[in-house]
């Protein structure tokens, strides 16, 4: 169906790190019998795992990607768990995945992306690895392997940027990036589509995007910013959108973690400011890390959690998982989480929760798109009265009319009129709000979206090395 709001927002779960490129297959031998010898590991290596359960054994691999894959003895069915394999592509409804390059430079010589997987329809967008140098994980990160690697593959590339939030440094920022965006556009594969990256807030972000425009490019990425709290971060968004929508075809807004601004955009969406929104959430992975399954009913209509290492959630026996993703239907038991490598639990837990998150927001567009602003609040209401109190389910109602207002007046006339939303503290969405952090207890084993560090001089540092690259590129 052309033109559906499926059509018009996209959700992207971020952080997916594809294991050797190889992903998790499962083969599964089934018994007739039920057996009462429970859970048992009978062999296992670095990449493999072969597991008893009640009434299947199941052999558990990172090597999918062979031309031939090989049947261990005996076993009756095979299961590709890769994100990038047709089947549980398919089987997330995923459209949209994103890798980071960072997560892939130096590795893996040789093998693609592109060319092991068999993906049908579902683009993989590639993030720079700004992030990551403003964060201080790297000083340089080299055009010219990057884009090599980019050519071989994704399909959609984020602009190699350099954020930082000091004011003095973001036109030298600009600069870079562009001179960046410059060698990429000369060195890129003919097909790989560039989205552009706009930084800072209100008219300095305007002025950036004068800066670092290219004609050449028809997407625009930018960041959530919701470490400025929900309403300046959703103005400094719709105003990005609203100020470039006659230029660009696609709006990226960058780390969404906060599913009430996810909904917020999805109604952006639906009122047309720009052709296509698609927002980027590491969540899945999050809660992966906190061995947390995601779990949508439709029936409830909210997201709920289950943590994995609590048998006490549990009735009596071997609890069944309960969902019917290609990972629950495979692995069958909640028990056999626990006799996994963590890295492999955090891989089939995060592609569960992609999953359910998938369900969540084509549910929500669907019902956003068919039904008039007041029953979405009331779904609004439903969802989230219970994590996020009456006062914040209020601001989430207000967030929609601030949108809608946004789109018909623009945003100046918006944010005058929803002025204390800005300024009063008890109006703003409280601060814990902003991750889907308050759903699950404990630390997170990844950072959520934090303020860029305020360190002039590491920003400087890097700005040096690209001037240096590009000096020499001359
Ligand atoms: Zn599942």
Redesign the pocket.
């Known amino acids: 169906m052309p033109n559906s709001l499926q059509d018009k927002f996209r959700y992207c779960p971020a952080g997916i790190k594809l294991r050797a490129y190889a992903g998790i297959g499962v083969y599964t031998k089934f018994h007739k019998f039920r057996r009462s010898s429970g859970f048992r590991v009978r062999e296992q290596s670095k990449h493999h795992i072969w597991v008893d359960t009640p009434d299947r054994e199941l052999f558990i691999t990172d090597q999918t990607m062979m031309d031939a894959p090989h049947y261990p003895e005996g076993f009756h069915t095979f299961t590709n768990l890769s994100y990038l394999h047709d089947g549980p592509s398919r089987d997330l409804d995923q459209q949209m995945v994103m890798v980071n390059y960072t997560d892939h430079m130096n590795k893996y010589d040789g093998a693609t992306l592109r060319n092991q997987a068999t993906l049908d329809g579902s683009i993989i967008l590639a993030d720079s690895g700004g992030f990551q140098l403003a964060s201080g994980d790297y000083d340089f990160i080299d055009p010219e392997y990057e884009i090599d690697w980019l050519n071989r593959n994704v399909d959609l590339a984020m602009v190699l940027d350099i954020p930082n939030s000091a004011p003095h440094l973001m036109v030298r920022s600009a600069q870079i990036q562009k001179k960046n965006t410059d060698y990429w556009l000369a060195h890129r594969r003919h097909d790989l589509e560039l989205v552009n990256i706009m930084h800072g807030v209100e008219e300095d972000a305007l002025r950036y995007h004068e800066i670092v425009f290219d004609p050449a490019i028809d997407r625009l990425a930018m960041g959530g910013l919701f470490y400025l709290g929900i309403f300046p971060s959703m103005y400094n968004v719709m105003s990005g959108i609203l100020h470039t929508n006659d230029h660009y075809k696609h709006h990226h807004v960058l780390g969404v973690t906060h599913r009430g601004a996810m909904m917020a955009l999805m109604y952006a969406a639906k009122l047309g400011v720009s052709p296509l929104i698609s927002v980027d959430s590491s969540s899945a992975l999050q809660l992966s890390c906190y061995r947390t ?1 995601y779990l949508y009913d439709r029936m409830e209509d909210s997201l709920r959690t289950e943590d994995i290492g609590n048998k006490g959630n549990y009735s009596t026996g071997h609890p069944r ?1 309960p ?7 495979t692995l069958v038991y909640a028990d056999v989480f626990r006799e996994l490598r963590g890295d492999i639990v955090d891989a089939l837990v995060c592609m ?1 929760n992609i ?2 998150f998938n369900h969540w927001v084509k549910h929500n567009l669907y019902l956003i798109e068919n039904e008039p602003k007041e029953s979405i609040k009331a779904a609004i209401t439903s969802q989230f009265q219970s994590g996020y109190g009456p006062q914040g389910v209020k601001d989430m109602h207000a967030l929609l009319d601030f949108v809608e207002m946004s789109a018909e007046k623009g945003v100046a006339k918006a944010k005058a009129r929803f002025d204390r939303y800005f300024h009063s503290t008890k109006n703003i969405i409280p601060a814990k709000m902003i991750s889907d952090q308050d759903l699950v207890k404990g630390e997170g084993c990844l950072a959520s979206e934090t303020a860029p560090k305020n360190d002039h001089e590491w920003t400087e540092h890097i700005l040096n090395q690209y001037e240096i690259f590009h000096a020499s590129e001359g």
């Open positions: 399954l998982l969902c019917s993703c290609s990972v629950c239907s569960h999953h359910s």
